[in-house]
């Protein structure tokens, strides 16, 4: 695929949606990270039920910590890997406070050190929390990529690479949204919707389908 393509997709994608956002309910850079951490192997959909009884309870690492790793659980056993995962966000807390005064780190390097955060959820946090340019190569975005042609690769890595170095820079801050709400709506994992999509024509992808 050529830059005039690319540059045309996300043309479109930006004029259809100027301003996206993460469909996960936050209201500051802990809360974002807490719901991230969370969203492993779930829907954004589950974990906003759980943080929407979570966040006015406790929703910073002092608060979350207070709770303890039992009494987190009621709040996300809805959750898939809650077990895990409410392991992780206690530990996540004790390390914020620890380390970082209980404030989120705006670094990768600090960020992938915290329990549970891999390098995809530090890519949301520093790109949606802190407006930095980061590309988080979940499901969707690896499999839009690699159908349409914007940026083919054998794994997250290479995507993740390939993206923050194809896409035109005047679109690099919000791809990664795009991308994620175009996988998730429309460039669909078993049937596309083809006939739905507003970059159908430049998309490279052979097996279009139609209702």
Request: hydrophobic content about 40%; charged content about 25%.
């Amino acid at each position: 695929m050529n830059k005039l393509k690319r540059t045309e997709i996300f043309t479109r994608l930006r004029n259809e949606n100027p301003n996206p956002v993460t469909e996960l309910e936050y209201n500051s850079p802990y809360e974002l990270l807490v719901a991230v951490a969370l969203s492993a192997q779930a829907t954004d959909v589950s974990v906003n039920k759980a943080t929407r009884k979570l966040f006015p309870v406790a929703n910073t690492p002092a608060k979350i910590l207070a709770l303890g790793e039992d009494g987190l659980k009621e709040y996300i056993k809805t959750i898939g890997l809650f077990n895990s995962k409410a392991k992780n966000v206690i530990k996540m807390a004790e390390l914020l406070l620890e380390r970082h005064n209980g404030e989120v780190p705006d670094n990768r390097e600090d960020l992938v050190a915290l329990p549970g955060v891999g390098r995809k959820t530090a890519n949301v946090v520093l790109n949606t929390a802190f407006r930095q340019i980061a590309m988080a190569v979940d499901t969707h975005i690896f499999r839009v990529s690699n159908r349409t042609k914007i940026a083919p690769g054998k794994n997250v890595d290479e995507v993740e690479a390939r993206l923050i170095r194809l896409v035109p820079e005047e679109f690099l801050m919000d791809a990664h949204h795009w991308l994620i709400l175009h996988g998730r709506y429309v460039c669909v994992a078993r049937k596309p919707k083809c006939d739905a999509c507003i970059i159908e024509d430049l998309c490279e992808f052979k097996q279009k389908t139609s209702e």
